[in-house]
Every structure is written in structure tokens, then in C-alpha cells.
């Protein structure tokens, strides 16, 4: 009888201590924190954050979502997990064309031709079961220069426009350049000045 009272309170005293410990998905406290699109669509990155002390590594098969006012209209689903430890790291989701423009290698990326981040329109960014907060932005909110962001650092919201410093899970920061809109300009003068010297070598 009293060994039966013992299993008893050991069994309660499990149950709450389950009850105190919080949970630890090992993925859910990611937070989004910086978000980018060109005037296109073509080069695209969504950058993430954790302090978390606990590991949040195991990102394989969660989903991130695109969300507009109907519901979601693009979603990724993550192929693998991160290696360890990742306090206080970056980790990058970017499009095929990333690497090539801002000199460094995402750790994941989206589908050819998939244009996540739809512009013109108030988007919400998402990590389902995630514990942070989405990343909602207005239509016009985002610039598309190619040389800045949208930044919630520490996931304070409102976002604010900020030069993109896209980082990777291995810390390595990419650099993106305002994309040329004076290109027409500068072939017209580089074209008179080769009629130029056409003209002075007769």
C-alpha cells in the first residue's frame, strides 16, 4: 500500500513537472527579420534570427507561407535542418538568382521562377508553428531598388527600410547594388562619345 502511494506521488510529480517545462520544437522560434524583393521579383530573400539558447535546427518539412487577404497563395516547405548550434545566428531563404547578386550562398531556395514575395499587394510572411511574430508589410511598403530592405530587427514591428544585409547560417554577409535604371542614359553617352572619336580619327 505504501509503495503503491509512492508510484503515486512520483506519478503526479512527473506530471507536473511536464506541466512547467515548455515546450521546445527545435524550430519554432526562428523570427523573421528581414525581407527583400528587386523590382521584379527575379532575386528575393526572406532572412531569419534566433537567441534562442535552445537549438532550433530542425526546420525539415515545416512551411513557411505567402499570405494575402485570402489566405495563402505561395508556400515553401523546408527540404532539410540546419546544422548546430544556432543561437544567435541568420539563416537565409532566397531565390535562384541570389547567390550570383549578392556574392554569397543561401541556405535554402525557392523553386525556379517562384515569385514569393508578390509586390504591388500587403503580404504576410509566416513560419507555421512558429512562436514569433509574421511579417505583415503595405503594398508599398517594400522597397524594390535592389539595394534595401525591409527590416523588423529583433521582430519590432513596423518594419523599416534599411540597406539589405542579407546574412547566412555561416555568417557570411552578401552585398546587394542599386540595380542601374541609368543604363539607358549611359549607353546613349557612351554611344556619342565612340561617334565622337569616329569623327576626330577622319
Known sequence: ??????????????????????ARANFHLWQIEEIFSNAD???QYVEFFSSSTFPQNLMAQHVLDSLQDLGVVDSFTFPSNLGSPTTNHFFLLASPGFAAAAGIQPDYTFEQGQTFIHLGVTNTIRLE??????????ANALPTDGAHALVAMGGVFPAVVAT???TNFAGEQGQLVPEP???PLAAAVLGALAGLARWRGR
Open 164 to 166: 539589405a544585409s542579407p
Open 129 to 138: 508553428g512558429a512562436q514569433t511574430a509574421a511579417f505583415t508589410f503595405d
Open 181 to 183: 535604371e541609368a543604363l
Open 1 to 22: 500500500m505504501q509503495q503503491a502511494h509512492r508510484r503515486s506521488m512520483l506519478a503526479a510529480g512527473l506530471v507536473a513537472l511536464c506541466a512547467a517545462t515548455p
Open 41 to 43: 521579383g527575379s532575386i
